[in-house]
């Protein structure tokens, strides 16, 4: 599985942006995506996930409530809504693929367990 991640940009403080993960050679059945972000001289960071068959959803505490993760019937598509951004929103977004085993919410945030990775997003929030 490829996967191509899009629609990054600079949006001002309190705007939003609507990210998408798009996979090629394979659909995202049977597996969970997540979206992770990384900012200069940080570590990447898990933002949140779903659960391909379900649709469980998780989310970082620091984007509760403001990001929504989706996924589109046809099986190649997971999408994250930004709302309410903050300057602090700012990183590089990757989306990233993992089979969704049944230990998976007990090991959803870390990043050494999805295999598959897409090249990342530049999300710029302006205060």
């Known amino acids: 599985v490829q996967l191509q991640a899009s629609g990054g940009g600079l949006v001002q403080a309190g705007g939003s942006l609507r990210l998408s993960c798009a996979a090629s050679?394979?659909?995202?059945?049977?597996?969970?995506v997540a979206w992770f972000r990384q900012a200069p001289g940080k570590e990447r960071d898990f933002v949140s996930s779903?659960?391909?068959?379900?649709?469980?959803?998780y989310y970082a505490d620091s984007v509760k409530g403001r990001f929504t993760v989706s996924r589109d019937n046809a099986g190649n598509m997971a999408e994250l809504q930004m709302n309410s951004l903050k300057p602090e929103d700012t990183a590089v977004y990757y989306c990233?693929?993992?089979?969704?085993?049944?230990?998976?919410?007990?090991?959803?945030?870390?990043?050494?367990?999805?295999?598959?990775w897409g090249q990342g997003t530049l999300v710029t929030v302006s205060s």
């Open positions: 779903i659960v391909w068959r379900g649709g469980k959803t």
């Open positions: 050679g394979g659909a995202f059945d049977g597996y969970a």
């Open positions: 990233a693929a993992a089979r969704a085993y049944t230990d998976y919410s007990t090991r959803v945030t870390r990043p050494t367990l999805y295999r598959y």
